[in-house]
């Protein structure tokens, strides 16, 4: 409960979409803030697709934009310049407004960013790993939501049901996959594909791995950031 006592928060788990786009919550989209020590004016940056700014429903289900234009039937929003946001449906937003970090903001034209240049990749302000970090916290809500509701035929919750030392040998056996991968990167493109795909794996058992034991991202991450130089 706030201060004054007129607003309280909770914090809920959905049990399905909470938003109108489908999406899980309203809150989808990731800001990335501008690094200290960057030049004044610097740009904000979202991830995610909907209107920016709250844009209304057009009549036949699909959402224009603040500035009138309308998103395509499948969800994705139209660039100014014409051009579509990414293909995974998740357009990726990049919002021109000028921040001058004292609270207060000038508004311009919303343009919409598909590429990992249009992040400013290269420029030292945002790169599409920044961005794609996101699904890890996406996933690891996941995993904590499977840990807690066991949905029978999801393998998650198949995992947790083996317990520790099942997950602990998936780890193990998922890591001596990378290890493999890894030499046959050092080859060819296709051995990088089959790296990055053996990675994920990882990753994601890794993430089941900390869930069963207790820790959390948070925990790992704290650990990085201390050793970090
Ligand atoms: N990221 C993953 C992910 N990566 C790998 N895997 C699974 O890990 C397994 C690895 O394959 P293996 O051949 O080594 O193992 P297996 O023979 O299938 O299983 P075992 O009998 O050896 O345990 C495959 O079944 C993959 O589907 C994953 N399973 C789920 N996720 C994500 O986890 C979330 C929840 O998934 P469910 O729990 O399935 O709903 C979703 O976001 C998924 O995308």
């Given at each position: 409960?706030?201060c004054?006592?007129?607003?309280?928060?909770y914090?809920?788990s959905?049990?399905?979409?909470?938003?109108?786009?489908?999406?899980?919550?309203c809150?989808f989209r990731?800001?990335?803030?501008?690094?200290?020590g960057?030049?004044e004016?610097?740009?904000?940056?979202?991830?995610?697709?909907?209107p920016?700014?709250?844009?209304?429903?057009?009549?036949?289900?699909?959402e224009?934009?603040?500035?009138?234009?309308?998103?395509?039937?499948?969800?994705r929003?139209a660039?100014?310049?014409g051009s579509?946001?990414?293909?995974?449906?998740?357009?990726v937003?990049?919002?021109?407004?000028?921040?001058?970090?004292?609270?207060?903001?000038?508004?311009?034209?919303?343009?919409f960013?598909?590429?990992?240049?249009d992040?400013?990749q290269g420029?030292?302000?945002?790169?599409?790993?920044e961005?794609n970090?996101?699904?890890?916290?996406?996933?690891?809500?996941?995993?904590?939501?499977?840990?807690?509701?066991r949905?029978?035929?999801?393998y998650?919750?198949?995992?947790?049901e083996?317990g520790?030392?099942?997950i602990a040998k998936k780890?193990?056996?998922e890591?001596?996959?990378?290890?493999?991968?890894?030499?046959?990167?050092?080859?060819?493109a296709?051995?990088q594909a089959?790296l990055?795909s053996?990675?994920a794996d990882?990753l994601?058992h890794?993430?089941v791995?900390?869930?069963?034991a207790?820790i959390?991202?948070?925990d790992?991450f704290?650990?990085?950031?201390?050793?970090h130089?």
């Amino acid at each position: 409960m706030d201060c004054d006592g007129d607003a309280v928060l909770y914090l809920v788990s959905p049990a399905g979409p909470a938003c109108h786009t489908g999406e899980t919550s309203c809150f989808f989209r990731t800001v990335l803030h501008k690094p200290l020590g960057a030049p004044e004016n610097a740009e904000t940056s979202m991830r995610g697709h909907g209107p920016v700014n709250g844009g209304e429903a057009a009549s036949d289900g699909s959402e224009a934009t603040s500035d009138g234009r309308e998103a395509t039937s499948d969800g994705r929003e139209a660039a100014s310049d014409g051009s579509e946001a990414t293909s995974d449906g998740k357009a990726v937003l990049r919002s021109h407004e000028q921040v001058d970090f004292e609270g207060s903001a000038s508004p311009a034209t919303p343009q919409f960013a598909s590429t990992a240049e249009d992040f400013g990749q290269g420029e030292g302000l945002f790169t599409s790993s920044e961005v794609n970090a996101s699904i890890v916290s996406d996933l690891w809500r996941t995993i904590e939501s499977r840990y807690r509701d066991r949905p029978q035929g999801a393998y998650t919750t198949y995992l947790f049901e083996h317990g520790v030392d099942k997950i602990a040998k998936k780890v193990g056996e998922e890591a001596v996959e990378v290890a493999l991968a890894a030499k046959n990167a050092m080859t060819g493109a296709s051995g990088q594909a089959e790296l990055a795909s053996e990675s994920a794996d990882l990753l994601y058992h890794l993430l089941v791995l900390w869930k069963q034991a207790g820790i959390t991202p948070d925990d790992v991450f704290e650990v990085l950031r201390d050793r970090h130089r």
